[in-house]
């Protein structure tokens, strides 16, 4: 596949096949991501990739305890509050997923099972988890975003789906009970991996970005 083509086809999906796929195929998609950029070089991001059973566990592990209501405690703060345009821009896709599957607004109950959904990582048979080591500087995040962004790209050209989920780090005990991840090492997210489910609306859906003329400056051109 093109480049610009991968780039055009990465989209977050929210609808998986459980066709599987195979750890060679995960391990090149990793070996690609790791050719991503880090300051220095350091490359602080490790890699725990859940499949199969394991990956059913933690699936449901995440469904029973948000059904639970229980907070979120992830390993990395995560933002709840967004201002001015960002929260236009936040409000706005949700507002147009839960469009996109016919959703109400009142409609508590299947608002409910969108967010169980989300913990189950709308059914991805494999699931991605990015760490750093403790105690980096927040330019470590930008290191794991590029691997982040360079491992879903990859996943595109092969024709693989992602969605990366912040919701699959809610409960960091849960996924360490599979996975082994120490403790020094922090979630920073999950990413849902699989083939997508194409015939669904769901899977159609693309979320709006601004005119390049809103957020660029050039100067001295
Ligand atoms: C750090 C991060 C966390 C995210 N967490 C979730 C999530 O928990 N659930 C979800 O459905 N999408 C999640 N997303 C996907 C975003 O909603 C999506 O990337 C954004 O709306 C742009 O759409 P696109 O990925 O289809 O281009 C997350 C994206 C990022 C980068």
Redesign the pocket.
Known sequence: MEFTQAIAA???C?NFLDTPVDAATISALVEMAQHSPSWGNTQPWRVWVAGGEVAVSIRQGLVARAAAGAPPVPDMPMPTVFEGEMKARYVE?GRS?FAVLGIERQDEERRNAHRTN?CNA?GAPVLVYITLPDGLTPYAMLDAGAF?STFCLAAADRGLAT??????AHYPDIIRQHLPIPPQERIV?GVALGHADSACDINRF??AREPVEKILTLTGF
């Open positions: 990465r989209h977050s929210r896709v997923v989300n709308f982040l969605c990366i989920q912040a919701t699959l997210v693309r979320s």
